[in-house]
């Protein structure tokens, strides 16, 4: 191990008396929140700019967007956001182009922005499942094979 080694081992031992903190990594966090006015407006930007770690917010009212980037957690900022009164959710939209189907039901919304649909997890979709049902007594009713079979032409 040698000297230089166990003075570092001992070193950390004398240091180790408090708990090191997790860094916060740097988040651009993306909210719907519902906005009518300049006031409303000022209220959220307001709020969510007191925030420690917010570097910027960004609002735009007309697709009721909010994104606020620094270094934040998404939970802490809706909880924020939802303290102004103002009924707020994660961005539940991506565009259109990253969809594999983006007119399925699912995935369609009238109220997104244009050029937007609501997110839509991709293992759990319900478009495009068919049930099959294979009885050979059904199938071999209109069999050619089949002599007692319906006549209808």
Known sequence: ???????EYISDIMSSDKPKKKKKQFNTVELK???DCDGCELKVKKALSSLSGVKSVEIN???QKVTVT???EANKVLKKAKSTGKKAEIWPYVPYNLVSQPYAAAAYDKKAPPGYVRRVDQNNSTTGTVARYEDPAYTNIFSDDNPNACSIM
């Open 1 to 7: 191990m040698g000297l230089g080694g166990t003075l």
């Open 70 to 72: 620094g270094y934040v």
């Open 61 to 63: 009212r007309k697709q």
């Open 33 to 35: 929140v519902r906005m």
